[in-house]
Structure formats: C-alpha cells, structure tokens
C-alpha cells in the first residue's frame, strides 16, 4: 500500500459484471479530474491465445494437470506483484495490452489473442487502475493484495456466472453448449482455490442475485437484467461509511446486515459512484499531503 501512489483494483471473473464498475470509476476520475494508469488483468497471462489452447487441450489428453485462466500457473502472477510495488514505490512501471479482438488488433498493431510489446507507464498518474482476475490473489509464489489501497470485488452468484458464460461463448464466440461446460468444469477447482478467496479480503463487495429462477443454468434462455436482479453490497469496515445517506440517495436500498446494504441492480452503477467517490477523494487528499 501507498499513500504517493494509491492502487485501486477491481477483482472478478468475466462477466461478473466488471464493465458496469469500470464505467463508474471512469467517471469518477474524469469527474474528480484524475489521471489513472489503467492495468487490465488479461496482459498478465503467460500465454497467448494460441498457447493457451495447444495447453489446454494436452492437459485435455492427460499431458500433465488442468490449466486455466484463473489459476497461477497460467498468470504472470509475480510480475503483477512487482508492477504493483514499483508502482506504490516510484509512481512507474512496465505494462502492455492483450488484443482481444480485430478492433483492438488495427488500433494495437498486433493480432488478436496476442500482446503488445513491455513498455514503460506514461508519466505524470495519479494512481493506478487494475481490473481483472487476481487483484486480491495471495500465493505461494506472489501476494499482490499487500500492494493494494483500495480492493473491489464484483461477483454474480454462481449460477447467474454460469448462465452470462453460457450466452456469451455460445452466442458470441459460436462455441457449443459441452464445450462451454467443459470449460466451466476446467476452471472449477481454480476458481474455488484461487478466486473465491480474493473475496474475504475485498474493504467492498458487489454480489448481483437475480430474482428469478435460475436453479438450472443449463437451459436458461436469456441473462437476468438489472432490473431482475438485487446487488448485496457488503463493507469489510462499516466505520465511516454513511448509510443513511445511501438509503437516501437509492431509492428502495435497505440494510441486511450492520455492514450489507441491498440495493436494486439497476442502481449498482451509482451506488459505486456514491461509495467510491469519497473514498477515491480521501486517496488523493492523503496523496497531496504526503507530497
């Protein structure tokens, strides 16, 4: 952690609905006037898309154990860790973009489901941005939560993960219904090892619980919206956090618990808003201090 150079980052695996809180602290900082230098998760993996494939599918035939993306063995896990001390240290570090797609690759110069080359931080952040699969991860071979000031974990109940990776790699990526279980299947034992533990070390959680049925992923037609859908907000530190002002400012919010406010899913958007903005301006008020 640094007071001269804060880290925020936001852990959740695709489709937790990650977007909707980048959005939100996009505004926040061009709102506050903030420069972020933004890290996504997907330039620490250790393979390309290629790669990953060819891996996947030897472990498939038995040559050697099961991999996937939310395990260490497929991340540059320790060079998070390192990027993350340079930067609370020095304000500086090395950084480079996966390309996820055409648009991406004519913007990058570069083919889809491979890296940009390392290349040094543009001068002059007021923080750091992370979003991605392991900005609370805790290991063996790395602790990249230590570095972290503030960490934000967006997770969908299990079988509304399911039903969004379903929708998306069926209707998106035209692969087949098995194929999808499969990789589901794959990613179990690393999602319940490495992921869910992120979650206990979060100061804020976004939960999304649909409330419709969605007791069999399997055959579900359509995704929840936001409007099917509750977020159980829950702050590993009540103290300071003014819950009669967000009652008050999300219209039909009530408390579940002494540190769970519950509010409407089309509302997570601005509840992240009104959280996070004073937490964001303490970050940089501590910043100017210490400078």
Known sequence: MSTRHPIIAVTGSSGAGTTTVMKSFAHIFR??????????????????????????????????????????ESNLLADLERVFGEYAETGHGQVRRYIHDAAEAKELGGDPGTFTPWQPMPDASDLLFYEGLHGGYVGPDA?????????????????????????RDQNLRGYSQDAVVDTILRRMPDYVKHICPQFSRTHVNFQRVPTVDTSNPFIAKDIPSADESMVVIRFADPKGIDFPYLLSMLQNAWMSRPNNIVVPGGKMGLAMQLIFTPMILRLMDLKRRAH
Do not use: C
């Open 143 to 167: 602790t990249v939560a230590r570095h972290v000031d503030l960490l934000v974990g967006v997770v969908p109940i299990i079988n509304l993960e399911w039903i969004q990776k379903l929708h």
């Open 31 to 72: 709102r506050e006037g903030i420069a972020a230098q933004v890290i996504e998760g997907d330039s620490f993996h250790r393979y390309n898309r290629v790669e990953m494939r060819e891996r996947v599918k030897r472990a498939d035939s038995g040559e050697g154990p099961q991999i996937s993306h939310f395990g260490p």
